[in-house]
């Protein structure tokens, strides 16, 4: 068998290179939550992490990885959002120049975040344009090094330190649940999750619409479907990353959809009981959690909330639908 992109040394690693500067984010509890699921919930807050999602987690382990002369050029990435933000951050905290390029119809409270780290954008038409040749072409020309936001394991490596966190924090968990979008959060969880607790069941929660990491883990294959129609906006990608793929294929239990009725829910949820803003994407794997697919009663259940980036206009209508 061909050895995996990325092993539990890397995230511990990982967590050495980044743990000065990235949150180590709060753990919350719900005794409603406890109640709904017979089980014993444990949420894992990355909503508060610097650039508000996990994925500074990834962006900044892979920037500290920079020779002296990729720093001076600097970075290039492709996002809808979060990693734009997480990579423009990073490169801000280490004086590096940052080029995102963006869909044109990503959330403003993203776009405008992303400028205000300081990092130069560059829109695109997201149903026409293929971000990934934009962002090749950016990199040979300025000598910008590509980060992509998946499938490249320092990314995935760093995506894991939110899971070592959690059990460190919380000892043994019979079940995680996390949220999928391109696979390095899933990837990176489900190394550092199996590593120190093999009897952890791991799953990935991906919105219906776009229930390809599924129809991959089913069939063996990377599935390639087009740009889902979904409310979860940082789970819109087409396809897993290949590194991604590989951990998964090998370590992941099994892959959940869910419907985005289910996400308004777990949206609500979370304001109106536990106070929390949680963006539509961040809302995966509690609506896994109260989906009722999966029987958690008397389990110990690690639910990661992904981030807390979301309009405040859009989350206004989508708590009162
Ligand atoms: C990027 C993102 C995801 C999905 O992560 P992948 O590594 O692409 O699978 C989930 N939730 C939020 C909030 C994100 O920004």
Do not use: W
């Not at 793929?245 to 777990?266: N, P, R, S, T, Y």
């Amino acid at each position: 068998m061909s050895q995996l992109p990325i092993s539990f040394e890397d995230i511990a690693a990982a967590h050495g290179r980044i743990s000065a500067v990235a949150q180590r984010t709060p753990v919350l509890t719900s005794r409603m939550a406890n109640v709904l699921t017979g089980a014993q919930v444990f949420f894992k807050c990355e909503n508060f992490q610097r650039s508000g999602s996990f994925k500074f987690r990834g962006a900044y382990n892979a920037l500290l990885q920079f020779n002296a002369e990729q720093r001076q050029r600097g970075v290039v990435t492709f996002s809808s959002g979060n990693h734009a933000q997480g990579i423009a951050l990073s490169a801000s905290l280490l004086n590096m120049p940052a080029v995102v390029v963006m869909p044109s119809d990503a959330p403003a409270v993203k776009i405008s975040a992303t400028r205000a780290y300081g990092a130069e954008v560059i829109l695109y038409d997201r149903y026409k344009e293929d971000r990934a040749a934009i962002g090749r072409q950016l990199s040979e020309e300025r000598g910008l090094t590509f980060i992509p936001p998946f499938d490249h394991p320092h990314i995935m490596a760093g995506q894991g330190t939110l899971a070592k966190e959690l059990i460190e924090e919380v000892g043994s968990l019979d079940v995680l649940l996390v949220p999928l979008g391109g696979g390095g959060l899933l990837s990176g969880c489900v190394t550092a999750a199996k590593a120190m607790q093999p009897n952890c069941r791991v799953y990935g929660v991906e919105p219906q619409a776009g229930n390809d990491g599924q129809q991959s883990l089913r069939s063996g294959e990377i599935v390639h479907i087009s740009t889902p129609d979904t409310i979860a906006d940082g789970a819109q990608s087409q396809y897993l990353g290949v590194q991604p793929f590989a951990v998964i294929k090998d370590k992941v239990d099994d892959i959940l959809a869910v419907e985005d009725a289910q996400l308004i829910e777990a949206m609500k949820f979370y304001a109106n009981r536990m106070k929390l803003v949680v963006e539509p994407t961040g809302c995966l794997s509690a609506a896994a959690l109260f989906g009722g697919q999966l029987n958690l009663q008397g389990k110990k259940v690690g639910v990661v909330i992904s981030g807390g980036n979301v309009d405040l206009a859009r989350f206004a209508s989508l708590i009162s639908m």
